[in-house]
């Protein structure tokens, strides 16, 4: 187990190029395999998660090559993927197994997908109800809850679908689903979730229909046409960056060429109603999605109370947005998140207790939190939980820590962001 200690030499300045959105970089390999046609894809993101989707994908025949810094996929068609010789491991990656999940469910032949020991404690009714309702066999541990999954797909039929929880990957899963179904398959959220999965779908021609009260369609028995597609980086990875220039008095960072989709820039909303100096400037668009940068400076920072229907668009940032209240003066409650639950970890529990190891107050809630910020902060050694984002904001938060941090399980970054650390050692020398 790999251990970093992290402590802030001074003022944190420079621009920053994050890798390929996490998100994007599933969805490019995933989509352009139900494609007819050879498809380009460059800037994918080199983490754990999106290489466990793409050894899933190859295991199901689509082939792969790279050239010139670019990534071709030969697109097998709907429907038109090969019955697998092994299990698919989907290592940590949740949006693996649920995106996957759908695709498999169109399809006739058996299929087994499985994970690490943290993938395999998260929940996956949410997925398998679904797919059953629209024919599927799809069977799980633990009365169909848990992976490992088993799918015999084939022949499905379109429905409308009221998801209890608002999640994009339930939702992706089911509209994946729906592209081998007969009809138009609805899915209605409780709140709303980041849309690069209809957007994608939408532009390599599947007809996609949207209606109030958060509601998406999509209509089966089409094709897709490949893709030429530049991904744009992550958001969820530029906000350490952002935190990180919050945590040391004088610093200024700029992170280049991000995805500004609406549904992922919740977490720069938080961070300028808690008063801090954000800029995010979009320049541009790729593969229908906004693109551009953002610039933090160093400011003092206020509580605030995030609400419900803030959370979707920031329930990826919210490890490194608690390392950010920590520095705010007043209590930070957190409402409407029993999502992150069920996370790579339990994002509540997980980092309450992390953060209390600096002396931070931290009171929790079945849908969240409350954290006092503004005490003194005291030198701690962090545990990763196995978590990418976990260990990644406890660095963030050990930057404001007089003496530093130190992270356990350092090498959990590596699923998402296997830059991380080499990107956070140059700025704390510029």
């Not at 169109?106 to 299929?111: N, Q």
């Not at 931290?362 to 939980?385: C, N, Q, R, Y």
Request: glycine letters at 12%; proline letters at 5%.
């Amino acid at each position: 187990m790999a251990k970093r200690e992290v402590k802030a030499a001074g003022p944190l300045k420079g621009e920053v190029r994050v890798p390929g959105d996490k998100s994007l970089s599933h969805r490019a390999l995933l989509f352009p395999s139900l494609a007819e046609g050879t498809s380009k894809v460059t800037g994918l993101q080199g983490g754990l998660d999106v290489r466990a989707t793409r050894d899933c994908l190859t295991k199901l025949g689509v082939l792969f090559r790279e050239e010139a810094g670019a990534l071709y996929i030969e697109g097998r068609g709907i429907g038109g993927l090969s019955e697998p010789e092994e299990i698919l491991d989907c290592a940590n990656s949740g949006t693996t197994m649920r995106l996957m999940s759908g695709v498999l469910a169109g399809h006739p032949f058996l299929s087994v997908l499985t994970g690490d020991e943290h993938l395999i404690k998260r929940p996956m009714a949410r997925v398998l109800d679904p797919l059953r309702e629209m024919g599927a066999l799809a069977l799980g541990r633990r009365e169909d809850t848990l992976a490992p999954l088993v799918f015999r797909g084939g022949s499905l039929r379109s429905l409308t679908w009221e998801s209890p929880v608002a999640s994009a990957q339930v939702k992706s899963a089911i509209l994946l689903a729906g592209l081998h179904a007969r009809g138009v398959t609805w899915v209605a959220e409780p709140k709303p979730t980041r849309d690069h999965t209809e957007r994608m779908l939408g532009g390599m021609g599947a007809e996609v229909f949207y209606e109030e009260g958060n509601r998406v369609g999509i209509k089966g028995g089409g094709k897709l046409s490949p893709i030429e597609m530049a991904v744009p980086g992550d958001p969820s990875s530029a906000a350490f960056w952002a935190g990180a220039a919050l945590m040391v008095p004088g610093s200024e960072i700029t992170v280049k060429n991000i995805c500004l989709n609406e549904g992922r820039t919740g977490f720069f909303s938080l961070l300028k109603r808690m008063g801090a100096e954000v800029e995010v400037n979009a320049t541009h668009t790729a593969a229908g999605e906004p693109v551009g940068d953002v610039r933090v400076r160093y400011s003092a920072l206020e509580a605030i109370e995030v609400l419900p229907e803030e959370v979707p668009a920031a329930i990826d940032e919210f490890p490194v947005f608690g390392a950010v209240a920590a520095l705010a003066r007043g209590e930070t409650i957190i409402r409407g998140a029993e999502e992150l639950r069920f996370k790579e970890s339990d994002r509540i529990e997980a980092l309450a207790g992390e953060l209390r190891k600096a002396g931070i107050k931290v009171e929790t809630f079945e849908d969240g939190m409350a954290i006092t910020g503004g005490a003194k902060l005291t030198p701690a050694t962090f545990a990763s939980h196995g978590d990418h984002r976990l260990a990644m904001s406890m660095a963030v938060l050990s930057l404001a820590i007089p003496g530093g941090g130190a992270i356990e399980g350092a090498e959990a970054a590596s699923v998402s962001y296997p830059e991380f650390w080499d990107t956070l050692a140059a700025l704390s020398t510029n």
